[in-house]
């Protein structure tokens, strides 16, 4: 009964069969190059065509696998007929089944009865147990098999030549659209990444400031064109009370806002220069997000939700349906107004610092999971820059306590200022070095010397060494005196001066007094360098009253013209010498038995690094006064 | 098995001269670039199995040589080489095979070579 059936089914199908293998063959093959060469997504394009062979060849399914990165599984990418949502869920080995053989030995294989074949293995998620005949094609990428292409009939059928031929040829036409699709993604994704990375760790060399740090990474998982979510905010782990606490929120509090800000991104080609200027468009403007995360506070235990989770199972998340995951904080859920959301940890060495969450609140894209990979990446990297700028401030925090108790630490500021210039010294000789040192060990290996001549570059080549060792030291040790810019009240860095080294002033019987404007802007510095200035401009004014006495007065008041701030010392001291008075910011001059000469021509090199000016006002018999003018902003960040 | 072929990039001639004769005495063929568009063409012509890159060199540094580098070859191996280690920390010295503070004990940079040469043969014999 069956078997009649299936025949007079087939006479039909030999029909369109012989239709196909005349003039159809070729009106096929042109819409799959068509289609080929849309500009749409891989799987999209291979669904159309799955779609057109299917209908075209009478079959009554057409699907087609992509072998993994890996070059091991086979993937379901594309299908008509069998059912959609096991696209990309399907996964078999190469050697596995009939499609996975055909991969494997690179060869067609057609079965006119699948079900009966012991070759074949069933998925069942993808409802194939109806169809009975499968004809299989390998896509070959010159010796490699990417993929396979195959058709399936419910009813049993003979495929013959010209069936094969014709699968055989469109597996060929797609297969370098395919190539191609897959060298463009992992191009386009190594590319991005790759200036991503760097964009990001050039705007951190001229930051280890925790809070700028934060919006930094949080800028590049929602502007940057790799990631690109809508909103990201970051929590870390505070150790003390098991919290993970909120840092920071970004991203516009509304569509509107959302499509403002996007429409000023498109702008933005350089994301560097975003990063430093700190983005007028998503930097500024105080969102309630942010502030509703910098108020959310989240116990770290099992039953507190995914952020939660996020830190103790230390692995990402991507929260399709949030509502109907029972894992998921409705309470939070409720206050962020989204359905699905991924988040990442951030680790380093081992330890969890926090987590970065996002979503697309505004946009409704779903979160892929190569985005999610895109962020454990990126995550991997914030994570060192977090630490790194934690430590640094812990350092700094230390170095602080020790600056208030000790006196003598006045001394060792202006040493690590003379450690910055021995530092770039140092650079300049390290290679001549090298190079004096290296040939003399290969004089002393290559060479038949008279035990003079061996004592002799053996002495070359230890003092090398050891001025080598020197070296490294003093590089060493000015390493940790980068410039770290933070926005500062000048006032108060002021006051945090003359108070620490109150002592000095007393003892040498000068009166310092304040002028210092309520009116002025805080700027963008770095602190302990502009603290150097004022400390050597006051050392010298000092040096220059001790035994006499005096007053020095400092004085401070808005910019004129622009935003920023001058600020002028004065003292008693009698002045400058008219005739020396050109060459006091020169490195090495001095007037002093035991002076460096080198304090006024560092701050001046500060605050020109600084965008900002150094002057004097000479009073020959009366006194100096050294004025300084810093903008709010310099327009270039030096480091 | 084939001879190993070193591309040392730096500015200075006589730390050339000096990697060029340490390294062709451990048997590699050595060729030497001066900058960086040198160095493009270098590696363009003769196609070096491994790279040694001084970060400061004027005009293009080492480092954007390397983000160059690995635009278009993930895998050549890559060592960079400076007076200081300031760069150790900057992750975009991360693409590379090494990191090597330049000395004139050159035991550092032969071993860290024969390190990756090495561990490329294995790899290779695994696949
Ligand atoms: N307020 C001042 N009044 C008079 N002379 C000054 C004043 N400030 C600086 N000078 C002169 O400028 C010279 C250079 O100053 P600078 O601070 O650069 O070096 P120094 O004070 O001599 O040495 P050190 O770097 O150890 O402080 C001084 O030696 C001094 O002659
Ligand atoms: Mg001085």
């Not at chain 1, 910011?585 to 080198?598: A, D, H, S, V």
């Given at each position: 009964m069956r078997a009649v059936k299936s025949k007079s089914y087939r006479r039909g199908r030999i029909a369109d069969i012989q239709k196909v293998s005349g003039e159809n063959w070729l009106e096929i093959l042109s819409e799959v190059g068509r289609i080929a060469a849309l500009t749409l997504e891989l799987e999209t394009r291979l669904n159309l065509i799955v779609e057109l062979i299917a209908r075209q060849t009478g079959s009554d399914a057409c699907s087609i696998l992509l072998m993994d990165e890996d070059r091991e599984n086979l993937v379901l990418k594309a299908t008509k007929g069998l059912n959609p949502m096991s696209i990309n869920k399907v996964i078999l080995k190469a050697g596995e089944g009939i499609t996975g053989l055909t991969a494997k030995e690179m060869k067609v294989i057609a079965s006119r009865n699948a079900l009966n074949d012991p070759r074949s293995v069933y998925f069942p998620e993808t409802w194939e147990e109806r169809f009975k005949s499968v004809l299989s094609v390998p896509i070959m990428d010159k010796n490699d098999c990417i993929g396979v292409i195959y058709t399936q009939t419910i009813s049993e059928k003979d495929y013959t030549e010209n069936d094969i031929r014709l699968l055989t040829t469109i597996a060929n036409n797609i297969s370098w659209m395919i190539k191609n699709a897959q060298l463009y993604e992992e191009a386009r994704q190594k590319i991005a990444e790759l200036s991503i990375l760097y964009e990001i760790s050039m705007a951190m060399q001229t930051t280890i400031n925790l809070d700028r740090l934060l919006r930094i990474i949080l800028s590049c998982v929602t502007v940057g064109s790799a990631l690109g979510f809508n909103r990201a905010s970051l929590f870390l782990v505070n150790e003390k009370t098991n919290t993970l606490q909120g840092m920071m929120g970004l991203g516009p509090d509304s569509g509107e806002d959302a499509r403002e800000i996007w429409n000023k991104l498109t702008e933005i080609t350089n994301l560097f220069q975003w990063l430093t200027s700190q983005g007028e468009a998503l930097g500024k403007k105080e969102s309630s997000f942010d502030k509703f995360i910098k108020s959310t506070r989240i116990p770290i235990t099992q039953d507190s939700g995914i952020l939660a989770l996020t830190v103790i199972e230390k692995k990402p998340f991507n929260i399709k349906d949030a509502r109907n995951d029972p894992r998921v904080n409705k309470e939070l859920l409720d206050k962020l107004g989204i359905n699905s959301f991924a988040t990442v940890p951030i680790i380093t060495k081992n330890q969890v610092l926090g987590t970065i969450v996002v979503d697309n609140i505004y946009t409704n894209r779903p979160i892929r999971d190569e985005d999610l990979q895109s962020l454990v990446r990126f995550a991997t990297h914030a994570g060192w820059a977090i630490e790194n700028a934690r430590l640094f401030s812990q350092l700094r925090e230390a170095n602080k306590d020790i600056l208030i108790a000790e006196q003598q630490l006045i001394q060792s500021e202006r040493l690590s200022a003379l450690g910055q210039l021995a530092a770039e010294l140092a650079h300049e000789i390290k290679n001549p070095l090298v190079t004096i040192g290296g040939f003399a060990r290969r004089l002393s290996e290559k060479t038949d010397f008279s035990p003079e001549g061996k004592k002799y570059t053996d002495i070359i080549i230890s003092e090398v060494e050891r001025v080598e060792k020197l070296l490294k030291d003093i590089l060493n040790y000015s390493r940790d005196v980068k410039p770290t810019f933070s926005d500062y009240n000048i006032n108060t860095l002021i006051d945090e001066v003359l108070s620490s080294y109150e002592r000095i002033f007393s003892d040498s019987g000068v009166i310092v007094k304040k002028e210092l404007s309520v009116n002025i802007y805080p700027l963008h510095i770095d602190t302990s360098q502009i603290k150097q200035v004022f400390l050597n401009i006051l050392y010298n004014a000092v040096e220059c009253m001790t035994g006499k006495g005096g007053v020095i007065t400092i004085k401070t008041e808005p910019l004129s013209g622009e935003e920023g701030v001058t600020i002028s010392i004065s003292d008693t001291g009698g002045g400058i010498p008219p005739e020396i008075l050109d060459n006091i910011?020169?490195?090495?001059?001095?007037?002093?038995?035991?002076?460096?000469?080198?304090g006024l021509s560092l701050s001046k090199k500060i605050i020109e690094s600084h965008g900002g000016t150094i002057g004097i006002d000479n009073r020959t018999g009366e006194g100096a006064t050294f004025i300084i003018n810093l903008p709010r902003r310099q327009n270039k960040i030096k480091s | 098995m084939t001879r190993k072929k070193i591309l040392v990039v730096d500015d200075e001639e006589n730390i050339r001269i000096l990697y060029s004769e340490e390294l062709q005495d451990e048997g590699y063929d050595v060729i030497t670039a001066s900058n960086a568009e040198d160095a493009d063409i270098k590696i363009k012509e003769s196609n070096p199995d491994l790279i040694t890159l001084d970060i400061k060199m004027p005009g293009m540094d080492g480092i954007e040589l390397l983000r160059k580098l690995r635009e278009y070859d993930k895998n050549i191996p890559i060592v960079m080489c400076s007076a200081y280690s300031d760069y150790k920390q900057d992750f975009r010295t991360w693409a590379s095979e090494a990191y090597i503070i330049k000395s004139s004990d050159m035991l550092e940079l032969k071993s860290t070579i024969r390190e990756i040469f090495k561990k490329r043969e294995v790899g290779k014999l695994g696949d």
């Open positions: 910011f020169n490195p090495f001059f001095t007037t002093k038995r035991q002076g460096t000469g080198l | -």
